[in-house]
């Protein structure tokens, strides 16, 4: 299969921008090997709605400067990307090794066309898992001083030329000046309890309440604690018969598959944010 681009584009939708597109690709003979799009509109009474569109193909010679040209000069909003630059993925992990494990394994089974390029913790818990795939791994424990810290992980990630954090039950909470560095490139995961059940021992609260569905819940982490722009959400359905540990065994697979979804999703640029706070994600 040829190498191909991957256009994500936005803009007040108006009669011809799809034909703008196409007939540029065409006009480069690369051939589109897949096109979505998605109209929203904020009320009904809405005469002019946002267009959203996802292109894949084929990459010719030249085509690339084209479009980016053309697309400024009609103000539409986008990101052109190369398929074959995988993106660069640091995980961020403590001691739970679940959803870790689901990315690190994905990716090296070829699942996640991603490449993990360093590993993140706050615990000795998980180096054996990344030096297993000679996976850099570094140990930055939670100092008295959040801002060396932080300074200290970015700077790792400076090096390796992050382009994405994945955070897998990273038990630390970042600053706003560590998110302003990478907007909307920050994945979390969290039990879909919020906020009925927080602080210790949710799968504890939830079970004494008799809860019927365990979730989890993969966003962009955003200056407001777990309320960035949600990328995908699972749960599991239970009964009574489950019990504490029960719970936590569920929610565990759960929150694994959920970020292991997400990750798929933004490496392959799958996912646009919207102006609010949400997302559209295309399948």
Not at 52 to 75: C, D, G, M, T
Request: hydrophobic share 40%; aromatic share 10%; net charge negative.
């Amino acid at each position: 299969m040829k190498d191909k681009y991957i256009l994500l584009a936005t803009c007040s939708d108006k009669v011809g921008i799809t034909s703008l597109i196409t007939n540029i690709i065409s006009e480069y003979d690369s051939n589109i090997l897949h096109l979505d799009h998605f109209t929203e509109y904020d009320n009904a009474q809405d005469t002019e709605g946002k267009l959203y569109l996802r292109f894949e193909f084929e990459k010719v010679n030249l085509l690339k400067a084209a479009l980016e040209k053309s697309l400024s000069e009609n103000n539409i909003e986008f990101n052109l990307f190369d398929d074959s630059e995988k993106t660069k993925i640091a995980l961020f992990v403590s001691k739970e090794d679940h959803a870790f494990n689901e990315v690190l394994l994905r990716v090296q089974r070829g699942e996640i066309a991603a490449e993990i390029v360093a590993v993140v913790s706050n615990h000795e818990n998980n180096r054996h898992f990344a030096e297993a795939f000679n996976i850099p791994f570094y140990y930055v424990p939670s100092g008295d001083s959040k801002a060396l810290t932080e300074q200290n992980i970015l700077d790792i990630c400076a090096k390796h030329e992050v382009e994405l954090i994945v955070l897998a039950k990273y038990m630390q909470i970042l600053t706003d000046n560590f998110v302003s560095h990478y907007p909307n490139q920050i994945i979390n995961i969290h039990h879909s309890f919020l906020p009925s059940f927080i602080g210790a021992n949710p799968y504890k609260q939830a079970w004494e309440r008799g809860v019927k569905l365990v979730g989890a819940t993969s966003h962009y982490v955003t200056s407001d604690l777990d309320e960035g722009p949600i990328i995908d959400q699972d749960v599991t359905r239970i009964n009574h018969r489950y019990n504490v540990q029960d719970l936590r065994k569920i929610g565990r697979h759960v929150e694994s598959r959920v970020l292991a979804q997400a990750v798929e999703l933004h490496v392959q640029h799958k996912v646009i944010v919207t102006n609010g706070n949400k997302t559209i994600v295309f399948a």
